[in-house]
């Protein structure tokens, strides 16, 4: 069974531009979650979709932060414009029930 | 606000030392509890997971976890670690009704010296 698999697994990026990260979760997983680890850290939920709708993104910053799962498979998350304390390590994860698979992440370096 | 305790950050053992990483939440409803790993160069993965039954649950690789409800604790153990255990552990918790999402503890780094 293929995992979730992400892109790009490393950015750098300079303060105020943009970048996108994308997912593609497990097959047939409903349940599909962006994550932010900042070092030191565990994960972060930032954003929690059920097919294509939105659960909760009440820890997302919607100034800047945006995500979308149109067809309620692939996702992107999308950074505009980028700060400093953005870097971090992007986790997409997917479930069809409780157990949450993770795929690999993104590291971004913001400069 | 729901919130997972992690007590120790940086465990170091010696190969057959025992292990117990403590972990502890804050929600006093019915919740889903987990640990994941990650080892060096590898994606979070689950260890091993409580949802109801008996609350000394067994994972791979001989990890174990006892839920103490009392006491808010997911705490998890191994009888005598390898040098393979080196790795973060993360304890997690999620309220098992109403679709709260998953809430992370910071984190264990365990190294295991040989």
């Known amino acids: 069974e293929a995992g979730v698999a992400q892109s790009p697994r490393y950015k750098i990026i300079e303060k105020r531009q943009s970048v996108a990260f994308w997912c593609n979760p497990i097959?047939?997983?409903?349940?599909l979650y962006w994550y932010q680890q900042i070092l030191g850290q565990g994960p972060k939920l930032l954003i929690q979709?059920?097919?294509?709708?939105?659960?909760?993104d009440s820890q997302l910053p919607k100034d800047r932060f945006s995500a979308e799962r149109l067809k309620g498979v692939d996702s992107t998350l999308k950074i505009q414009p980028a700060k400093l304390e953005d870097s971090a390590v992007y986790l997409c994860?997917?479930?069809?029930?409780?157990?949450?698979?993770f795929g690999p992440g993104t590291r971004l370096t913001v400069t | 606000a729901q919130s997972v305790s992690q007590h120790n950050h940086h465990v170091i053992l010696s190969e057959a030392a025992s292990l117990e990483l403590g972990c502890n939440y804050s929600?006093?409803?019915?919740?889903?509890l987990f640990w994941y790993v990650q080892y060096p160069g590898q994606h979070l993965q689950l260890l091993l997971k409580?949802?109801?039954?008996?609350?000394l649950v067994k994972g791979i690789k001989g990890f174990e976890a006892e839920f103490i409800k009392s006491k808010f604790s997911f705490n998890l153990r191994k009888p005598s670690v390898q040098w393979s255990d080196t790795a973060e552990y993360f304890c997690?918790?999620?309220?098992?009704?109403?679709?709260?999402?998953?809430?992370f503890g910071a984190g264990t780094r365990l190294f295991v010296k040989a």
């Open positions: 097959s047939g997983h409903a349940t």
């Open positions: 997690a918790v999620k309220r098992s009704t109403g679709g709260f999402k998953t809430i």
């Open positions: 979709f059920q097919n294509n709708g939105v659960v909760d």
């Open positions: 409580y949802f109801s039954g008996d609350p």
């Open positions: 994860a997917s479930s069809a029930l409780n157990e949450q698979y």
């Open positions: 929600y006093g409803g019915t919740v889903n």
